[in-house]
């Protein structure tokens, strides 16, 4: 289980989750990934500021609050229950992706305005089996 604990600073058009990563990010595959939003890959899993739906290969559907500058934002990725979950400032938005593919995952943030700032103020990992 992975939790990732972010601090939206400047913009709300900001998409924040997860997106797999197969072989090394200089593939031509992860290069063209890395030139566009990761919420348009069928790899990529994120939640979207501006109006707090959820998007995968390109496909949008309505799921949590919208967010902005001042919020947390905490993506919390489930491997054991195949989940991925977002928080915003401390509640719940519930499951917004179920039946992950097994993979390795990374957090993964796409900005869509210039002056848009997140920062990442904690990480935690932990192994629920122990």
Same mark, same amino acid.
């Given at each position: 289980?992975?939790?990732?604990?972010?601090?939206? !600073?400047?913009?709300?058009?900001?998409?924040?989750?997860?997106?797999?990563?197969?072989?090394?990010?200089?593939?031509?595959?992860?290069?063209?990934?890395?030139?566009?939003?990761?919420?348009?890959?069928?790899?990529?899993?994120? %939640?979207?500021?501006?109006?707090?739906?959820?998007?995968?290969?390109?496909? %949008? !559907?309505? %799921?949590?609050?919208?967010?902005?500058?001042?919020?947390?934002?905490?993506?919390?990725?489930?491997?054991?229950?195949?989940?991925?979950?977002?928080?915003?400032?401390?509640?719940?938005?519930?499951?917004?992706?179920?039946?992950?593919?097994?993979?390795? %995952?990374?957090?993964?943030?796409?900005?869509?305005?210039?002056?848009?700032?997140?920062?990442?103020?904690?990480?935690?990992?932990?192994?629920?089996?122990?």
């Amino acid at each position: 289980k992975a939790r990732w604990e972010l601090a939206v !600073k400047h913009g709300d058009n900001i998409g924040l989750g997860v997106c797999s990563v197969v072989g090394g990010l200089k593939t031509a595959k992860n290069k063209k990934l890395l030139t566009q939003s990761f919420t348009n890959d069928i790899n990529g899993y994120g %939640y979207m500021g501006n109006d707090g739906g959820v998007q995968r290969s390109g496909r %949008y !559907k309505k %799921y949590g609050q919208q967010f902005k500058a001042g919020d947390k934002v905490a993506v919390v990725l489930d491997t054991k229950q195949k989940t991925l979950s977002f928080e915003l400032n401390g509640q719940d938005q519930g499951v917004a992706f179920k039946n992950l593919p097994s993979g390795d %995952y990374r957090l993964a943030a796409a900005f869509f305005e210039r002056s848009q700032k997140i920062v990442l103020q904690h990480t935690a990992i932990w192994d629920l089996a122990k």
